[in-house]
């Protein structure tokens, strides 16, 4: 197997993650900007675009790497598997990062009285201003 075939079999796995490695990249000039304001949620974003910036990119090169094997005769059941194992991190790892945005969209919410659903305390409007005043 050549150069050429490891490109070509990694240039279209990697087309397949092209949007969701622009978002990342868009959130990785974002973030910074957005440090200052929320640094908690800031580092939480951080976290979970990275993560998937990885994927995208980590992602079709494990894939490639396990394709490798059908060079090798007799490793069809063993390419299944590793591809099957793959799958099953993949995802967890995708689940992991989507955590960390959750926690990036939630963290660091003042928590307003007027914002809180079913509060125990009623809304009450301020008083009017006394007439002449």
Not at 77 to 100: D, N, Q, T
Not at 105 to 118: Q, T
């Amino acid at each position: 197997m050549t150069d050429n075939d490891l490109i070509r079999m990694f240039v279209p796995l990697l087309v397949a993650q092209l949007p969701t490695l622009l978002v990342c990249l868009a959130a990785f000039i974002v973030i910074p900007l957005r440090w200052k304001r929320a640094p908690g949620s800031s580092l939480w974003a951080l976290l979970g675009f990275g993560l998937l910036a990885l994927l995208c990119i980590g992602g079709p090169l494990v894939v490639v790497k396990i394709r490798l094997y059908e060079m090798v005769p007799g490793t069809e059941l063993a390419r299944m598997a590793w591809l099957g194992w793959w799958g099953i991190c993949k995802a967890v790892l995708e689940g992991v990062a989507y955590a960390f945005l959750l926690v990036a969209a939630f963290s660091g919410r003042s928590k307003s009285r007027d914002a809180m659903l079913g509060s125990p305390i009623p809304y009450q409007a301020a008083p009017p201003p006394p007439p002449g005043a």
